[in-house]
């Protein structure tokens, strides 16, 4: 089973995702958690770069293929090892993230986005994304420490972020739940739970 975990910056995510693999663990499951881009030597350095080098001009086409090919390498490295030992992936941030960042964020075509996302991933998707939402500038309020280079978009980018989310959401409600992060973590981490139990009973 492959899970992934999104949503705009400062929803939580990875508070988010940590307890959610507890939670899995103590069901006796083997979890595998990850995060992208990271999880592998390359994911990390180029993880550095596009969150860290404030001063490289990126263009968002270049920007967009960074972060596929950091994902090819974790679904190689990490993904699909882990799923052919039946083991359950959890990963902060996947493939949506890209479309939504770059595409309905950057401009960039939403539609080509998910072509090319499914050659880097070669077709490996989560059984469902659970995005965190809320209010692009309340999420934004929430972060207290110094911003990453995609933190620092600004305010529109950003809501045309959370409206990117939401339209994918409403696009595919088989493979996409939304959940509020506007909780405290313990209301939010039972909502993410609920959605989940459905695959895992295999009623996905």
């Known amino acids: 089973m492959f899970f992934s975990i999104d949503g705009g910056d400062g929803t939580g995510k990875s508070t988010q995702v940590a307890m959610f693999c507890q939670w899995l663990r103590g069901r006796g499951d083997e979890v595998v958690a990850c995060r992208d881009p990271g999880s592998t030597p390359l994911g990390e350095a180029i993880r550095q770069i596009l969150l860290q080098r404030h001063d490289l001009r990126i263009d968002r086409r270049s920007e967009m293929l960074l972060y596929m090919a950091a994902r090819a390498q974790m679904v190689e490295e990490v993904i699909r090892p882990a799923l052919a030992r039946e083991k359950t992936v959890v990963s902060d941030r996947y493939l949506l993230a890209n479309v939504v960042y770059q595409g309905y964020g950057g401009g960039l075509d939403v539609a080509a986005l998910w072509e090319v996302g499914r050659v880097a991933t070669d077709g490996i998707l989560p059984d469902l994304t659970i995005v965190l939402d809320m209010p692009a500038e309340a999420a934004a309020a929430r972060l207290d420490r110094e911003r990453d280079r995609m933190e620092q978009q600004g305010d529109r980018f950003h809501a045309r972020v959370r409206d990117g989310f939401l339209a994918e959401a409403a696009r595919q409600p088989d493979r996409i739940v939304v959940v509020s992060a506007a909780q405290s973590s313990e209301q ?17």
């Open 188 to 204: 939010v981490q039972a909502e993410v739970r609920r959605a989940a139990e459905r695959f895992l009973r295999g009623g996905g």
